[in-house]
């Protein structure tokens, strides 16, 4: 072994400072790549800990992979690329400085041509055509040699395998943001012990739970701005260091004062980012931050391209921006999504205003969506309905951007209402009922201000009476006051006749049959669907008729003539497998639960239920999705704890939607004696349990629970599941044959079929391990249940 190299030696960098927070995962997997690769490339980001992931896995790495030494050569100060081997071979002889050589990559390449050996290049990117040529030739001379890069771009060579580093998970933010919550999450571990730091003592407490939370999720788990906010814990609350988040690059300074400049504060870490862009790069990165919550390649061309970016640069560039780690790209639904962090995108929103050509950027940014919500509604009744719907939630954010832009900008209101009409039911399908109706009413309410008093016929009255139909029937889901429903609906009818509207007074006449559905007057509302629905059909509105059509099936089949709603529902599967449509279809598939459950078939109006959901369910259309989950809750009373955690299930259904909703209202009555029935049939306690059970789910969970064929505890059928219910709250074999409504002959033969099946030789044995199943303390066994005794042996 010659001079200077020390069996597992660790020479560049002395020992870690701070701990490494929630990275175990990503160095596991970094020294499983390094095991079976010679170049791994650790790519991301500025800031987002690679080369504190590199030091990590290079340290583990010296004490048992690297018998002749690990070498850390830090690049980030070398400007010269003539210098790079020169540096890297000085690295290599620090205990020999003054040792002479021949040409530093020959030397190199002699140095380590024996060893067993790993380099660590840390920061490549600003000499990246330097750093692949050296560690192309060191690889192709050393076979014994692994080396371990960080840049925010791959070197580019064969055999390279990249590994992005991905900033620290970040609380959901639909996620509870209490301090047990939080536990656990690792930017919010990291947040603490920088805070705790610099102000000894500091921990999360609930009163400042949630700040963190939106704080690390605002800085997007980015460590190195994680940190600098952490710092200002000394002189702010975290409350206050969230409110000063607006001009995060002034806030956000104050780095360690050994560090380089680059990394003393978040503007200079990204300068560093955007001074190795090519000029053409950066244009691109300043017009992409026009884009909120991502972008496709379509709308990035139409947006962003003209003649200082032409169409035909635009490809290459994006490109170079994404080895750069400026912009992420991931495949979301089948297609390809460019993103960029938070930080990334406002720097370059910064450089966009400082050119002077933000106006334009945002005008040509909200006519595309105006152009791509105007297609998806003519395309909306078709086999593409999904897609465009998927589409749409992807590119919500932007639609809030260019909404944004209609209400700020003067004359732009009108323009704003048309893109918040198309498609017609986005907001409902979405689950947007109150966003929808606070864009609509801001936009009227500009509009009104710049109303030039035009024509009541002309195409700008059109637009501006659809939005007021659109913003009343949104009113209407809510359940706004049926006064003040009907007055807007006045409004709106006085609005269509004098301009001769002849569509829009159509939805008038259905508005108002959703009104005589709820109040279940079926007679009415059969009447004024079928008369709107011979208007569409004189429009050549096939969709909105169709939609007439279901709806007047549903309120048949709820409480009117059943051979109508039959007939109706069939009218409209047809068409709609005609069309390849799905929304429609799910509304008629929820018309036949109806019927079903009418007929006292609980088992079909389940399944039918069922199948509704798995239409409805891809447009998020909680609305319709929370009636066919009532209609399975009202078909599984024979299973009252399974009814109860249905009845949560629908609580968080009608309160995501943020209406003054708890059911439907013409299934209101239904509703309540429902879960009055339920009630009665369960101690208070185990009601309550398993109805905040399904009120605290997530919407995943409630689905696969709606969902479960199954429902019933492991190894029995679901009827022997409700049987070990009865059991476990002191039921006795002909407590529950009446209960079931089941002969008490069949009911003690289940409770010996579910017996022998468990292993069990008693009751009580049953019970307690029904309580198990529950998740019940060990102290809460053998209880009376409604009968007032406990299990009987």
Request: hydrophobic share 45%.
């Amino acid at each position: 072994m010659e001079t200077g190299a020390v069996p597992g030696a660790f020479v560049g960098l002395g020992g870690e400072l701070t701990p490494l927070i929630g990275r175990r995962a990503e160095t596991a997997r970094i020294a499983r790549l390094l095991s079976g690769a010679r170049l791994v490339t650790l790519s991301g980001v500025g800031g987002v800990g690679k080369t504190r992931l590199a030091l990590r896995v290079a340290a583990d790495a010296a004490r048992s992979a690297f018998p002749d030494g690990v070498y850390v050569a830090e690049l980030a100060d070398l400007r010269d690329p003539e210098l790079l081997a020169p540096s890297v071979l000085g690295t290599l002889d620090m205990a020999n400085p003054g040792r002479a050589g021949a040409p530093a990559t020959a030397a190199l390449a002699a140095r380590l041509r024996e060893r067993r050996t790993l380099l660590v290049l840390d920061n490549c990117e600003h000499l990246i055509d330097a750093c692949a040529r050296l560690a192309d030739a060191l690889l192709r001379a050393a076979p014994g040699l692994r080396i371990l890069a960080t840049s925010r771009q791959p070197l580019g060579i064969a055999g390279e395998q990249v590994f992005s580093v991905e900033p620290l998970p970040v609380p959901a933010a639909d996620a509870g943001h209490g301090v047990r919550a939080l536990s656990g999450n690792p930017a919010v571990a990291l947040f603490t012990d920088r805070a705790a730091a610099v102000l000894p003592g500091f921990a999360v407490t609930d009163s400042d739970a949630a700040a963190v939370a939106e704080l690390v999720r605002r800085l997007d788990g980015l460590p190195f701005a994680i940190e600098l906010a952490a710092a200002r814990i000394r002189s702010l609350t975290p409350q206050e260091i969230l409110a000063r988040l607006t001009d995060r690059f002034a806030l956000l300074t104050g780095g360690s004062r050994v560090a380089a400049d680059r990394q003393r504060t978040l503007r200079a870490l990204i300068d560093w980012s955007h001074d190795l862009c090519t000029e053409r790069e950066r244009l691109l990165w300043a017009r992409a931050s026009m884009f909120r919550g991502g972008f496709d390649l379509e709308s990035l061309e139409r947006v962003c391209t003209d003649a200082e970016l032409p169409p035909t640069a635009l490809l290459d560039t994006l490109d170079a921006l994404v080895a750069r780690s400026i912009v992420n790209h991931r495949q979301e639904h089948g297609r390809s999504r460019y993103h960029m962090l938070e930080t990334v995108r406002e720097y370059g929103h910064e450089r966009l205003a400082a050119s002077g050509s933000l106006d334009t950027l945002r005008g040509r940014h909200r006519d595309r969506y105006a152009e791509l919500t105007a297609r998806a509604g003519r395309e909306w009744f078709g086999p593409r309905q999904v897609d465009w719907f998927t589409r749409l939630r992807l590119d919500h954010p932007n639609l809030r951007t260019a909404l944004e832009f209609c209400l700020e900008r003067p004359g732009q209101a009108r323009a704003g209402l048309a893109l918040a009409v198309a498609p017609r039911h986005y907001w409902i399908t979405a689950g947007l009922l109150s966003e929808g109706r606070r864009w609509l009413a801001q936009l009227l309410a500009a509009d009104h201000a710049q109303d030039d008093g035009g024509e009541a016929a002309g195409p700008a009255a059109v637009v501006r009476l659809q939005a007021q139909v659109t913003d009343t029937y949104l009113s209407i889901l809510q359940g706004a006051p049926d006064a003040e429903v009907r007055r807007a609906l006045a409004t709106c009818e006085a609005a269509a006749r004098r301009g001769g509207h002849r569509r829009e007074s159509a939805w008038v006449w259905h508005h108002h049959g959703i009104l005589a559905v709820w109040r279940e007057d079926v007679a009415s509302a059969a009447e004024l669907f079928a008369r709107a629905r011979t208007e569409f059909h004189a429009q050549g509105c096939l969709d909105a008729a169709l939609e007439c059509r279901v709806k007047f099936a549903i309120a048949h089949a709820y409480g009117g003539d059943v051979t109508e709603a039959d007939e109706a529902c069939g009218e409209v599967e047809a068409a709609a497998q005609a069309h390849d449509e799905s929304w429609l279809h799910g509304m008629a598939l929820l018309a036949r639960a109806l019927l079903a459950r009418r007929a006292d078939a609980p088992a079909d109006a389940i399944t039918h239920a069922r199948a509704a959901i798995a239409r409805l369910r891809p447009f998020q259309d909680w609305w319709d999705v929370a009636m066919c989950v009532e209609v399975i809750a009202w078909s599984t009373q024979d299973a009252p704890r399974r009814a109860a955690r249905l009845l949560g299930v629908l609580h968080l259904l009608w309160e995501s939607l943020g209406g003054r909703l708890g059911s439907a209202p013409f299934m209101r009555a239904q509703h309540l004696r429902f879960e009055a029935e339920i009630r009665q049939a369960l101690p208070a306690a185990v009601f309550d349990r398993e109805f905040r059970r399904g009120a605290r789910a997530t919407a995943d969970e409630a689905m696969a629970y709606v969902l479960d064929d199954a429902a019933g505890a492991p190894g029995l059928t679901r009827r022997e599941s409700q049987v070990a219910e009865l059991v476990a709250e002191g039921l006795t074999n002909k407590d529950i044959a009446a209960r079931l409504t089941i002969a008490q002959r069949t009911a003690e033969n289940h409770v010996e079929r579910i017996l022998g099946k468990l292993g069990f030789t008693s009751r009580t044995q049953l019970a307690v391990w029904t309580y198990e199943q529950r998740g019940e303390p060990a102290g809460s066994r053998r209880r009376a249940g409604p009968t007032g005794r406990a299990p009987a042996d």
